[in-house]
């Protein structure tokens, strides 16, 4: 979002005009834009236990973006698991948050060592400096180079309930990951189960992904490995 300028407002409360006779705010009315564009830049969600040190900072969802953050559960759940996963792995674990924002700020509160990724098309997230990297699932492979077949741990949240979005999203994820033995998790509506397992061969986990804001879609994890216990394990099918 571009700063709003303030080198020329006007000193009174008024509503005041120039020779071109564009309109300007008044100081009170920009004062409160300002206000609220800060509020919007920043947010702070807080777990269960409401203490200071359990809070996340999280810029505000911004809906045209089809963004709705996970609940702090949710968030925690799927980040200690990937900690666990990178336990598990090879010393260069590495971590790919695609479009999954909320994932990535409870991960380097968990755990802060772990090398972590962030896929994002908001150019908000550019705050965690190299840690971002600009996406568009409509461009799947148009991402460096120096990311490629690099991700032990990949973590997939589409934008999108559509086909053409998870086949996409697909394409990134081949893209991104190491060859060989790499953990994928994909967090997606209920209504994509069938492509999940035709284009990534994932199964869903009982474990129910939850939001902030309480959504209509039915929300799942689905995992291309077996989480044992963890997770609410693999769904057992009828």
């Known amino acids: ?11 009174n409360d008024d509503v005041v005009e120039d020779d071109d006779d564009r309109p300007m705010l008044s100081s009170q009315a920009l004062a409160a834009l300002q206000e ?21 900072a999280l810029v505000s969802e911004d809906w045209r973006l089809s963004q709705f953050w996970y609940d702090a559960v949710t968030a925690e759940t799927v980040a200690k698991e990937v900690v666990s996963l990178c336990g598990g792995a090879d010393s260069d674990c590495r971590v790919a948050c695609i479009a999954c924002p909320t994932l990535y700020a409870y991960l380097k509160k968990i755990g802060p060592d772990v090398s972590a990724q962030i896929l994002e098309y908001d150019k908000r997230f550019e705050q ?22 690099t991700f032990s741990i990949i973590v997939a949240d589409p934008p999108y309930l559509s086909k053409e979005c998870l086949e996409k999203v697909s394409q990134t994820t081949s893209f991104l990951a190491r060859p060989g033995n790499s953990y994928l998790l994909l967090l997606t509506g209920e209504v994509q189960r069938d492509r999940a397992a035709e284009l990534l061969g994932l199964h869903p986990c009982g474990f129910r992904p939850q939001h902030s804001s309480k959504l209509g879609n039915e929300f799942r994890l689905f995992t291309n490995y077996d989480p044992g216990m963890r997770l609410g394990g693999w769904e057992q099918e009828n």
């Open 1 to 11: 979002m571009e700063e709003l300028r303030v080198d020329n407002c006007p000193k």
């Open 36 to 56: 609220f564009f800060a509020e919007q830049t920043q947010v702070v969600e807080t777990d269960r236990t409401g203490t200071e040190s359990e809070t996340v």
């Open 128 to 149: 965690y400096g190299t840690d971002f990297t600009f996406y568009d699932y409509n461009l799947p492979e148009d991402l460096p180079l120096e990311l490629k077949h």
